[in-house]
């Protein structure tokens, strides 16, 4: 089992920054790809960023690609998402997510899910 607990969620203004952490526990040698999803209220959970755990390879979703950066430290198995020039769309609960096979790039290849952590963005 692979224990995930995200951080550092909270409010921000319009084109301010936040950084979202990710502590990973238990298991952590199985895992092949960390990432990051949102939710939004009524809407489905979205992919935004993974990140291979040797650090070897990075994707993202369109609507972050140039404002956010998704990075790990595997000495502290963490899992970080910095983001700059947040826009109200930007709100949602951010979700913390493991993929013991592939990249984690879609849910039906997540293995494991964080507890989820609260973004809100203000005009």
């Known amino acids: 089992q692979v224990q995930l607990v995200e951080s550092g969620g909270g409010l921000a203004q319009a084109g301010g920054s936040l950084r979202l952490s990710c502590a990973a526990s238990?298991?952590?040698?199985?895992?092949?790809?960390m990432g990051w999803f949102r939710q939004a209220p009524g809407k489905e959970r979205e992919f935004v960023a993974a990140i291979a755990w040797s650090g070897s390879r990075t994707v993202y979703a369109d609507s972050v690609k140039g404002r956010f950066t998704i990075s790990r430290d595997s000495a502290k198995n963490t899992l970080y998402l910095q983001m700059n020039s947040l826009k109200p769309e930007d709100t949602a609960v951010y979700y913390c997510?493991?993929?013991?096979?592939?990249?984690?790039?879609?849910?039906?290849?997540?293995?494991?899910w964080g507890q989820g952590t609260q973004v809100t963005v203000s005009s």
């Open positions: 238990g298991r952590t040698f199985s895992i092949y790809s």
């Open positions: 997510a493991a993929d013991q096979h592939g990249l984690a790039t879609l849910l039906r290849g997540i293995d494991y």
